[in-house]
């Protein structure tokens, strides 16, 4: 930590002096942050994107959403140490210079956290950094701000040292009764992946089950009947039934979701114009949300080990539900499914998780954006609200053939569940601001 502080003097030293004067007499104010050229929330999350998206930079083991929810929530507390507007998440300082900046603190703890998460990326990282504080300019709280940045940073990494994430996954055991999670075909049976992470410790909730859905539907209910069928004819890879634009959207969607919301936060953050300090408190509720789904869904998952639709149309007889016949050879319109059981559907909870966070903070859902693939370069598909893109990223795993619709409607519910209950709970105004307001 030490070094980097002193890059950071270092490198401000430098622009110091190439600025003149000049810059002393125009110094901008350290809250200021609406107008800098570059927000360091949205910036800092472009890198941690790019990070995730290089493949073998992410442990297989370890969940992405971890990286995410630490680095925001280092964001977040460095940033409000100086700003003092909401309850702090994890790390509460004292005598923290007003003055400090804000920007340079995000950046610093953003840094912090992720070379100690992805030490292989440090070079790109502290280049990074400069490069960031070279966006703020020069300015001589640039250096306090990065310092306490970099303490918030470090103090994170340590209280998530012992979490749980690094634990070896359990072996799991696949059932044979109907129903039962199967490694789905057509790829060789290989084991699910994530097994162990409900027991990681979430960084809200007060435990993996706090939301915990109830049991999927009976095989030989009109529930699971009705969804069995809908996948069957939508699902299937070439399907006559479903529409050239639903087949689309089942393969534009089909990549890790959490990464196409917080893609959305950013025009969203952008479009807003939102400060430093708005921005931080924005991605610490999105990604805190999102880590404990993800947790949440896991506990979920590996409770009710309930089959693929990809296993379920394939083993239909085993069944007795003759409403439901099997097609031997039934493979989903993305070919490959993910290796854990169905139910709940991941990206029906981040989808809702998303929704829920964004309408909460901005208090409306009218916005037009336009969205990328993570799967399908050049393609966009364009929305005019959040609660759009949530409904459709949703019911493409329907269109992809990998999901039965109830796992989609009980996802939602989960999504929003955990979603309530972070923005409910955590990074709120301090009561005393909220008092002086009122009076």
């Given at each position: 930590?030490?070094?980097?502080?002193?890059?950071?003097?270092?490198?401000?030293?430098?622009?110091?002096?190439?600025?003149?004067?000049?810059?002393?007499?125009?110094?901008?104010?350290?809250?200021?942050?609406?107008?800098?050229?570059?927000?360091?929330?949205?910036?800092?999350?472009?890198?941690?994107?790019?990070?995730?998206?290089?493949?073998?930079?992410?442990?297989?083991?370890?969940?992405?959403?971890?990286?995410?929810?630490?680095?925001?929530?280092?964001?977040?507390?460095?940033?409000?140490?100086?700003?003092?507007?909401?309850?702090?998440?994890?790390?509460?300082?004292?005598?923290?210079?007003?003055?400090?900046?804000?920007?340079?603190?995000?950046?610093?703890?953003?840094?912090?956290?992720?070379?100690?998460?992805?030490?292989?990326?440090?070079?790109?990282?502290?280049?990074?950094?400069?490069?960031?504080?070279?966006?703020?300019?020069?300015?001589?709280?640039?250096?306090?701000?990065?310092?306490?940045?970099?303490?918030?940073?470090?103090?994170?990494?340590?209280?998530?040292?012992?979490?749980?994430?690094?634990?070896?996954?359990?072996?799991?055991?696949?059932?044979?009764?109907?129903?039962?999670?199967?490694?789905?075909?057509?790829?060789?049976?290989?084991?699910?992946?994530?097994?162990?992470?409900?027991?990681?410790?979430?960084?809200?909730?007060?435990?993996?089950?706090?939301?915990?859905?109830?049991?999927?539907?009976?095989?030989?209910?009109?529930?699971?009947?009705?969804?069995?069928?809908?996948?069957?004819?939508?699902?299937?890879?070439?399907?006559?039934?479903?529409?050239?634009?639903?087949?689309?959207?089942?393969?534009?969607?089909?990549?890790?979701?959490?990464?196409?919301?917080?893609?959305?936060?950013?025009?969203?953050?952008?479009?807003?114009?939102?400060?430093?300090?708005?921005?931080?408190?924005?991605?610490?509720?999105?990604?805190?949300?999102?880590?404990?789904?993800?947790?949440?869904?896991?506990?979920?998952?590996?409770?009710?080990?309930?089959?693929?639709?990809?296993?379920?149309?394939?083993?239909?007889?085993?069944?007795?539900?003759?409403?439901?016949?099997?097609?031997?050879?039934?493979?989903?319109?993305?070919?490959?499914?993910?290796?854990?059981?169905?139910?709940?559907?991941?990206?029906?909870?981040?989808?809702?998780?998303?929704?829920?966070?964004?309408?909460?903070?901005?208090?409306?859902?009218?916005?037009?954006?336009?969205?990328?693939?993570?799967?399908?370069?050049?393609t966009v598909r364009s929305f005019d609200s959040f609660a759009d893109?949530?409904?459709?990223?949703?019911?493409?795993?329907?269109?992809?053939?990998?999901?039965?619709?109830?796992?989609?409607?009980?996802?939602?519910?989960?999504?929003?569940?955990?979603?309530?209950?972070?923005?409910?709970?955590?990074?709120?105004?301090?009561?005393?601001?909220?008092?002086?307001?009122?009076?």
């Open positions: 930590m030490g070094r980097t502080l002193a890059a950071v003097a270092l490198l401000c030293a430098s622009l110091w002096g190439t600025t003149g004067a000049s810059a002393q007499e125009e110094k901008p104010a350290a809250d200021s942050s609406s107008a800098q050229s570059v927000n360091q929330v949205v910036q800092w999350n472009k890198i941690l994107l790019q990070i995730v998206r290089t493949p073998k930079a992410q442990p297989a083991t370890i969940h992405p959403t971890r990286s995410f929810a630490m680095m925001h929530a280092a964001i977040y507390d460095a940033v409000n140490a100086i700003d003092r507007t909401h309850k702090p998440y994890l790390v509460q300082l004292g005598g923290i210079p007003r003055h400090a900046s804000q920007p340079a603190a995000a950046a610093a703890a953003a840094h912090e956290v992720l070379i100690a998460l992805y030490p292989n990326f440090k070079a790109m990282l502290d280049t990074d950094l400069q490069q960031s504080l070279a966006d703020i300019g020069p300015r001589d709280d640039v250096i306090e701000g990065s310092r306490i940045g970099q303490l918030v940073g470090d103090r994170i990494v340590a209280l998530r040292s012992k979490d749980g994430s690094d634990a070896t996954p359990v072996n799991y055991v696949f059932g044979t009764a109907p129903g039962d999670f199967q490694s789905p075909p057509p790829v060789s049976p290989k084991q699910p992946q994530f097994t162990s992470w409900s027991h990681v410790t979430p960084f809200a909730l007060a435990n993996a089950a706090q939301f915990r859905p109830e049991a999927p539907p009976a095989l030989s209910s009109d529930v699971y009947e009705d969804a069995f069928n809908e996948v069957k004819s939508l699902g299937i890879a070439n399907s006559t039934a479903a529409s050239a634009d639903q087949a689309l959207t089942g393969r534009f969607w089909n990549g890790a979701i959490q990464n196409y919301w917080n893609e959305i936060t950013q025009t969203a953050a952008i479009d807003a114009e939102l400060t430093t300090a708005q921005s931080a408190r924005l991605f610490a509720l999105l990604n805190l949300t999102f880590a404990d789904s993800v947790i949440a869904f896991y506990d979920a998952k590996y409770t009710y080990n309930f089959w693929r639709p990809v296993t379920a149309i394939r083993d239909a007889s085993t069944t007795d539900n003759p409403k439901t016949t099997p097609d031997t050879t039934w493979l989903p319109e993305v070919v490959n499914t993910t290796p854990d059981p169905s139910y709940p559907g991941a990206h029906a909870v981040i989808s809702a998780a998303g929704e829920t966070v964004l309408i909460s903070f901005f208090h409306h859902d009218h916005l037009r954006f336009d969205v990328t693939s993570e799967v399908m370069s050049g893109a949530a409904e459709e990223a949703t019911l493409s795993r329907i269109f992809a053939g990998v999901h039965f619709r109830f796992d989609l409607t009980r996802g939602q519910r989960l999504g929003r569940q955990v979603a309530d209950f972070v923005v409910d709970n955590f990074l709120t105004a301090r009561e005393e601001l909220v008092e002086a307001e009122d009076r």
